[in-house]
């Protein structure tokens, strides 16, 4: 029998990671890296061959591959993953479907009757098409060989109302993204494929430092019972956990990760 450390190992894996290039996604990388996994795809609109880079230096023994990518469009997304299989003897046995927006249009945050269509679309077709079409490509390697661990990043906000900022796409694509590693959780089970996902809360990263959410950040801390911000290594356990053997029997399950914001 295993023992505890030999399951969450990763010796030897192959994965790649959207939204890879900076912030959690870049975090996913380094934990991949310290648990052995050999190869890592760095999938990201802008850089990602910078992080690949920087991320060579601090592991040698892990070979990161840097792929400009537009989630948006499916042609992207599997051109990536095809090349990415391809140069790992058809073979992927990790993916991290990280990339998202935020933010739609220039503003922090906009009212769902003043919302506009294309802020809807992009939001949407971003946050949720995106990950199904990634889930599709990576499932294409991983259903042959009866193996594949696929990580969607979701959020708290698909389980609440983030307050005082107002996104209803953003909501609905991330309770979308849930409820999407369910029913794959489902359908892949019984052809060797985990699917499961991590929800974030509040995180101290890149994407909560613009100038206009400064402001929201002490609002959003005392709204959380833990009184601080997440930190993207807080999520280091629960991913690893989904992209190791250590996850044999989770199917379509969900981690929130979010100082306990959900409970109140």
Known sequence: ?????QKLALTGKTAIITG??????????KTLAQAG???VGILDAKGSHDT???LQQQFPDTRFLPYQVDVSQKESIDEAVDHF????GKRLDIACNNAAIIYSGTDASFDAENASLEQWQKTI??????????CQAEAKWMIPRKYGKIINIASMSGHIVNHPQK???YHTAKAGVVHLTRTLGAEWAEKGIHVNCISPGYMDTWQTSFEQVKP????????????RLGQVQDLDGPFLLLASDASSFMYGSEIIVDGGYCLW
Request: proline residues 2%; charged residues 15%.
């Open 1 to 5: 029998m295993n023992s505890l450390f």
């Open 20 to 29: 890879g290039a900076r912030g959690i996604g870049k975090n996913f990388a």
């Open 37 to 39: 996994t050999a190869s």
């Open 52 to 54: 690949c880079d920087e």
């Open 85 to 88: 299989a391809n140069s790992q």
């Open 125 to 134: 077709q971003v946050n949720l098409t995106a990950i199904f079409l990634c």
């Open 167 to 169: 996104h209803v796409a």
């Open 216 to 227: 929201l950040r002490e609002y959003w801390i005392q709204l959380t019972p833990a009184k």
